[in-house]
């Protein structure tokens, strides 16, 4: 597949990234001839330096050929013109747009975006992403990770195993013997800093980070065996009142009137702004590395910190002191990928990276065969994948036993006719069934391969 890519930033370059690591053919365009050169030395792309929307940049990085477009600039106006001329003039087939402002994407406004105005297949909002993002965490106090998929009947949940935890040296093989009316199964293990994609003589060990697909209706009940059955935040400070922090109060407003929140907000206009566009949430004016503001925020009787401001280093210290003063547990935004390893050790409970969130949701769109749904784990080591089978996937009619799934891939659950299935060797996949599973990063080809939508896919 022919990529252009307009962006070379934290995301730009990410999805570069992967796909230069797929053996797809990637040009990146940018404006920053540093960041070009430092594309050039690093990835096997073509970079140009220049404007992502002119036409002449976009000619020169092969847009007649193209493919597909992925405009992530840091500019709405640019990624929505780049993807015009795309289409307009090279008739460039799939055209993918990052655009931050709410105005844009208002509901009233839908028909801005179609074929016959300005022809984006697919927006994605960075900010609207993360904070649901955000929400499933605080909704999911025991989860490192989670994720939903099959119509929100399909959870992914990543769970840590404490010294604790009542499933370590099992073999996973008997937790379904144990639990046989639990919808659940540890479809991938982070140990060590690798990924095992495991089978069912394996066992969890502590410290293992395990990958559980399960049932929506199942999760919290998987939580409690793992020895997770933290309450749910009802008291919640919120370090940052940008457009993620505003997202997430203004949604928990809506969906918990009981829960108790407070913004701190550094920049007195928008701390004005935000107060004046909610209507129980307490906004305080101040730097949340303030240890006078925290207290004010009476961070020392907080279930959670929430910090979600656009500063890496601010988000990490200010998540710290919260649970020095007495906050039970925090949640950062963390953006560059330096700083993920050390987490735990910095005093981390649980972060989101918005890097990692927004290629998620372009993955799905740039993999083929009928996939529905990516979530991208451990910075790209594996991928959490929802699938249709078609009448002509390979997989379909044939039981999993006898299939023999390529490695790398274990298949969590099935949805068929409204019901979530556990599967087994004897299942077998039937056309239309939805297929959630995990795929190792070099196992993905297989699992669109499994999925295509026709004899003639590759």
């Known amino acids: 597949m022919k990529v252009i890519i307009c962006g070379a930033g934290r995301v730009g370059y990410g999805i570069a990234e992967r796909l230069s690591t797929e053996d797809n053919d990637v040009s990146v365009i940018d404006t920053s001839p540093p960041l070009i050169h430092a594309i050039r030395e690093t990835l096997d792309v073509r970079g140009y330096v220049g404007h992502g929307a002119h036409p002449d940049v976009l000619s020169q990085a092969g847009a007649d050929q193209a493919d597909m477009i992925i405009a992530v600039t840091l500019y709405d106006e640019v990624n929505m013109v780049a993807c ?42 960075p900010e609207v992403e993360v904070g649901q993002m955000v929400l499933r965490r605080i909704a999911l106090p025991g989860a490192n990770d989670a994720v939903r998929f099959a119509e929100d009947n399909i959870a992914m949940v990543a769970i840590e195993c404490q010294d604790d935890c ?17 919808t659940a199964t540890v479809a991938g293990i982070w140990r060590d800093n690798k990924l095992i994609v495991p089978h069912s003589g394996d ?47 203004q949604t928990i407003e809506e969906r918990q009137p009981r829960t108790k929140i407070k913004i701190i907000e550094n920049d007195r206009d928008r701390a004005v702004n ?58 950062a935004l963390i953006n560059s990928s330096a700083f993920l390893d050390f987490t735990k050790t910095m005093g981390i409970d649980a972060h989101v990276n918005p890097r990692a969130v927004t290629i998620s949701r372009i993955l799905q ?47 969590g659950a099935l949805y068929r006719d409204g019901k979530v299935l556990l599967p087994d060797g004897d299942s077998k996949i039937k056309t239309g069934d939805r297929v959630v599973l995990l795929a190792a990063t070099d196992s993905v080809r297989h699992v669109e391969q499994l999925f295509r939508v026709s004899l003639e896919f590759f």
């Open 84 to 125: 015009q001329v795309a289409h307009s003039l090279f008739n460039v087939p799939t055209k993918i747009a990052r655009i931050r402002a709410q105005s844009y994407l208002a509901s009233h406004y839908s028909d801005l975006f179609s074929r016959e105005h300005m022809p984006i297949d697919v927006i994605i909002s």
């Open 166 to 182: 009542p499933v370590v040296n099992t073999p996973l093989e008997q937790l379904s013997d144990l639990f046989p009316d639990l």
């Open 203 to 249: 066992q969890l060990m502590t410290g293992d980070l395990a990958y559980v697909i399960c049932d929506r209706t199942h999760v919290h009940r998987t939580l409690g065996l793992f020895g997770h059955e933290e309450p749910e935040a009802t008291r919640i400070v919120i370090a940052g009142g940008g457009n993620i922090g505003f997202y997430v109060a």
């Open 274 to 331: 935000v107060a004046d566009n909610l209507s129980r949430t307490v906004v305080l004016n101040g730097s949340s590395l303030d240890q006078q503001i925290l207290v004010e925020a009476d961070i020392q009787d907080a279930d959670l910190m929430v910090a979600l401001t656009n500063d890496d280093q601010v988000n990490i210290l200010s998540s710290i002191m919260a649970k020095r003063l007495g906050c039970k547990s925090n949640l």
């Open 365 to 411: 769109h740039v993999r083929r065969g009928r996939i529905l749904a990516v979530h991208s784990v451990e910075q790209g080591a594996a991928e959490i994948i929802e699938a249709q089978a078609m009448e002509t996937s390979p997989i379909v009619g044939t039981t999993l036993r006898e299939f023999e799934l390529p490695h790398g891939i274990r298949i």
